[in-house]
């Protein structure tokens, strides 16, 4: 069945223009995974599918005294805009690389995720971002059990044209979408998420398969063994506690409060001794499975396969990304001009990886977001940014905080769901700085952009509530 243009636009309009953007919000979502399967075919799709027609359904929606009215907006078109500037004016030192595909991505996920929720009426805000939600959760799910169905059963293979294999490690690590760090970020950007939805749920039944699909995840990202999603998950379960003891005090008695307050505890200690239990569980278990089937595996130690050159103190790679980190803070000011403007990101793995094989040889980012958008950008374009992080601080704090008895806790929450991307990103670099459309970069914008747009209607609301007291 053909739809005409003509019948999508009807389409789109009896669904109070949620329908067009919407598909595209999804076709967001979904680029992570086919980035990490196929990455030349999503460098493609974000450079001549994703780019025209974000700026096409952006421009049609906002341009129109929308879209540059907002500090935010401003702020967030920033980077690709410098990133042209920071190449031009970097031209003559020869440390500049220009990359097409990189502009595309980021410039796609600036202009149209951090405006997607200004094109959603206010009563569809929920509505839409909990379908959004699902959308990463579920296919993220399905990936967990596939997981830990190799693990368990020992089975590991390896893609046609990757280096990483799929199925558990030597190192007794999980990996599925190449690098075991991938995904425990994927991992738990689906945790939180689904403490989200659990949030917003009302059915008994989807928060039984909620739950469940929560606790399928929580093992998956046990098994990747990603400290950066270790540290991620801390303030999503602490404010997802907080909120449901919030909830619980209202109209019951203290005793079933206390009663709340001692079981959520104890589900807090318990997530984090299943977080080894897990682990060690499923690897008892691979590792039976091997002895029965090929015998005892031989033990091969970590750094054995990797390309380092490593001194006694330096054996992990927590040790190798403060080595790395504390190199370029050194080595950045070696070109006043370049710090100024920025090294370009296209640029960085030469400057400051290739010419150190004595540190590392194998990672080709610095493992830092910040450092990263600082050497890439410049003094400059990091300024930007952090004015940018300060202004989302204030919104996620009014958000969060708010007095108005009609934000619900899912409103709430979503806040927090920036916290695991900005954590994960002391240790990666999945900020503005990669040539694919990253999960990081996906979830960072539209939920960013949700926290400003919600945030500012609280602010009209909060002025019309104490005109309406004065009068």
């Known amino acids: 069945m053909r739809i005409s243009t003509t019948s999508l636009r009807e389409l789109n309009d009896r669904n109070a223009g949620t329908l067009v953007p919407g598909l595209l919000a999804v076709a967001f979502v979904l680029m992570p995974f086919v980035s990490h399967t196929f990455i030349g075919m999503s460098k493609f799709l974000s450079a001549y599918l994703l780019l025209p027609l974000a700026l096409l359904t952006a421009g049609s929606r906002l341009i129109p005294g929308r879209l540059y009215r907002f500090q935010e907006m401003k702020l967030a078109l920033l980077?690709?805009?410098w990133f042209v500037l920071s190449c031009v004016l970097n031209f003559a030192n020869g440390v500049t690389k220009i990359g097409y595909t990189f502009f595309a991505s980021v410039t796609s996920v600036a202009v149209f995720c951090f405006s997607f929720a200004y094109m959603i009426p206010e009563e569809k805000w929920l509505?839409?971002?909990?379908?959004l939600a699902w959308v990463w959760a579920v296919p993220m799910t399905a990936a967990s059990l596939f997981g830990l169905y190799l693990a368990v059963m020992g089975i590991e293979f390896s893609?046609?044209?990757?280096?990483?294999?799929?199925?558990?490690?030597?190192?007794?690590?999980?990996?599925?979408?190449g690098n075991s760090n991938t995904l425990g970020v994927m991992c738990v950007i689906a945790f939180a998420l689904l403490l989200f939805l659990i949030l917003t749920e009302r059915k008994r039944s989807m928060l039984v398969l909620q739950t469940v699909m929560t606790v399928l995840i929580f093992a998956c990202m046990a098994m990747s063994d990603c400290r950066s999603a270790k540290l991620a998950m801390l303030p999503c379960i602490f404010v997802f506690v907080f909120l449901l003891l919030r909830r619980a005090q209202k109209g019951v008695s203290a005793r079933w409060f206390l009663l709340c307050a001692g079981c959520s505890a104890v589900a807090v200690v318990a997530l984090f001794l299943a977080w080894t239990g897990v682990k060690k569980g499923v690897n008892a278990a691979l590792q039976a499975t091997v002895q029965q089937q090929d015998g005892i595996r031989e033990e091969v130690h970590y750094l054995e396969s990797r390309d380092y050159e490593v001194t006694d103190d330096l054996y992990n790679t927590g040790n190798v990304r403060l080595v790395l980190w504390k190199y370029a803070m050194e080595h950045v000011t070696d070109r006043p001009l370049s710090l100024l403007f920025g090294y370009t990101p296209m640029a960085v793995k030469d400057e400051?990886?290739?010419?150190?094989?004595?540190?590392?040889?194998?990672?080709?980012?610095?493992?830092?977001?910040?450092?990263g958008?600082?050497?890439?950008?410049?003094?400059?374009?990091?300024i930007g940014f952090v004015v940018f992080l300060v202004l989302l601080l204030i919104a996620s704090c009014r958000l969060l905080f708010s007095k108005l008895d009609s934000v619900t806790d899912g409103?709430?929450?979503?806040?927090?769901?920036?916290?695991?991307?900005l954590v994960v990103n002391l240790t990666e670099e999945m900020l503005f700085t990669r040539e694919t459309v990253q999960e990081?970069?996906?979830w960072f914008a539209l939920v960013a952009g949700f926290v400003f747009v919600v945030a500012r209607s609280l602010g009209t609301a909060g002025k019309k509530k104490k005109t309406g007291e004065k009068n």
């Open 159 to 177: 893609r046609e044209g990757h280096d990483e294999i799929i199925g558990v490690t030597r190192e007794n690590r999980l990996f599925l979408f």
């Open 352 to 371: 400051f990886i290739a010419p150190n094989p004595g540190i590392i040889t194998v990672y080709d980012h610095i493992h830092n977001g910040y450092i």
């Open 79 to 81: 980077l690709p805009v």
């Open 127 to 131: 509505k839409v971002f909990r379908f």
């Open 440 to 442: 990081t970069h996906v």
């Open 373 to 382: 958008i600082l050497i890439s950008y410049g003094t400059l374009g990091f």
């Open 411 to 421: 409103m709430r929450f979503l806040p927090v769901l920036l916290f695991p991307i």
